[in-house]
């Protein structure tokens, strides 16, 4: 046997050192080739690391939460053949597991052997079960490996690999049993729920019981980097907020035209309509599309339009950039914000994806509410925020006096930094925005 370290990889230009997200491995394991090592997390982006060789963990280093120095020990293996340190330099680690000893298993490793070993019903001379009875067998399985029962209402734990894992199966982690640390919920894991094909039911929970316990969340990968940059951001920047309603009745009437028009093109939703506006009206007011250097006392205002769309993933906030939207027409726009938020979601976006914007969208969506103060990703200087369409009763002149009509009715809530953004111009920007977008027509001209 051999000794083989493998070291944090230099995963971008200019970076230093990476995040310890989720283990995938433990000392004693035995692993493939491929099989994945560690999550580590680099500024907002989360890569999964796989294995270069085949071999048993001999030591892992570093605690999730821990930031390492690229070029930092992370795994030692013992593989077969040619390892890549000298024998001489081989890390004492190797005194751990000495060789007259067998190497300790994890769990979840034992467990999959077991199952390998198990006799099949041919086997033991039985014939094998109808259809039926073989799903119900599954799902018996399926619940038999969790050995801690999930309280109705709690967060399960797995890392981001099997939570992207489980988007891309459109499975809820609540249902999936968990025989991990804590009842974590490991690939395994959710691979016998898939095979299975069972989703077990939680249990209902009595009514008006008391319910005791804190439990402890660490604030580490990324939710610890939207912590972050958020408090950066609220700290430093002096944020006052705009709010205006819009009546897109038009936009939305046009949209449904051409959605149902050019039915082979590229669907729209508001976000792209939203898009152009922002592009027309930053050509007239230069001063929202900037980024800014108080460190340095200097502003940046931009020519190109960097649009940040705020995206909601499984593992917090990202906010992924459509770069040059001021090239992109109408249904460029909507296909590069949903590449960028299919990416997002799943854990795909490059690094250079989620950064460098200069100016930048939010939106809840059907959540949206009424208004919002949303805060500004730094070092920009606006963050426009996108409420909810509701149908609202408007009095509006007619031919024959004013008359109260339905109309779709939309706020935005918008955010500026008023060291550089004064109230005048950030009103007049968001007129301007919204001058388009009550008459879409406009957009075409632009």
Do not use: C
Request: hydrophobic share 45%.
């Amino acid at each position: 046997m051999a000794r083989y370290i493998i070291k944090l990889p230099d995963l971008g230009e200019g970076l230093t050192e990476g995040e310890i997200v989720a283990w995938h491995v433990a000392p004693g394991q035995a692993i493939r080739e491929e099989d994945p090592l560690v999550d580590v997390m680099t500024e907002k982006a989360t890569i999964e690391l796989p294995s270069p060789v085949a071999g048993t963990v001999v030591a892992i280093h570093g605690t999730p939460g821990e930031r390492r120095p690229v070029g930092s020990e992370l795994v030692e293996l013992d593989v077969a053949g040619e390892g890549n340190v000298p024998e001489a330099e081989a890390p004492a680690a190797i005194l751990r597991f000495p060789p007259a000893q067998p190497l300790a298993r994890p769990p979840a490793a034992v467990a999959r052997e077991k199952e390998r070993e198990r006799p099949t019903p041919r086997a033991l001379g039985v014939e094998p079960l109808g259809p039926g009875a073989a799903a119900a067998a599954r799902a018996a399985e399926t619940i038999r490996v969790a050995p801690m029962a999930r309280r109705p209402g709690e967060k399960p734990l797995a890392s981001p690999a099997v939570r992207r894992r489980a988007w891309d199966h459109g499975i809820a982690l609540q249902f999936v049993p968990g025989t991990g640390p804590a009842g974590r919920i490991t690939q395994h894991d959710l691979e016998r729920f898939v095979a299975g094909g069972a989703t077990p039911m939680p249990a209902a929970a009595p009514a008006l019981a008391l319910r005791e316990g804190v439990e402890d969340v660490p604030v580490i990968g990324l939710r610890r980097a939207i912590a972050e940059h958020l408090e950066q951001a609220k700290r430093r920047i002096p944020h006052f907020t705009y709010v205006e309603e819009v009546d897109v009745t038009a936009l939305e009437d046009l949209r449904a035209q051409l959605n149902a028009t050019y039915a082979e093109r590229e669907h729209l939703t508001l976000l792209p309509f939203l898009m152009r506006a922002i592009v027309s009206a930053v050509a007239v007011h230069p001063q929202v599309n900037a980024r800014y250097d108080d460190e340095n006392g200097v502003l940046h205002r931009h020519a190109a339009v960097h649009i940040g769309v705020a995206t909601q993933t499984a593992g917090g906030l990202l906010v992924p950039v459509a770069r040059h939207a001021e090239a992109l027409d109408l249904w460029q726009s909507a296909a590069a914000a949903r590449r960028l938020s299919e990416t997002a979601r799943a854990g795909k976006a490059a690094r250079d994806e989620l950064g460098g914007s200069t100016i930048t969208i939010t939106s809840l969506g059907r959540l949206g509410g009424i208004a919002a103060t949303p805060i500004i990703n730094h070092p920009e200087v606006a963050i426009v925020g996108v409420n909810r369409i509701v149908e609202r009763p408007v009095v509006r002149a007619t031919a024959h006096g004013a008359q109260i009509v339905v109309r779709k009715i939309m706020n935005l809530s918008s955010s500026f930094d008023h060291r550089i953004v004064d109230g005048w111009e950030a009103a007049s920007f968001i007129q301007s925005v919204k001058d388009l977008l009550e008459q879409p027509a406009l957009l075409f001209l632009s």
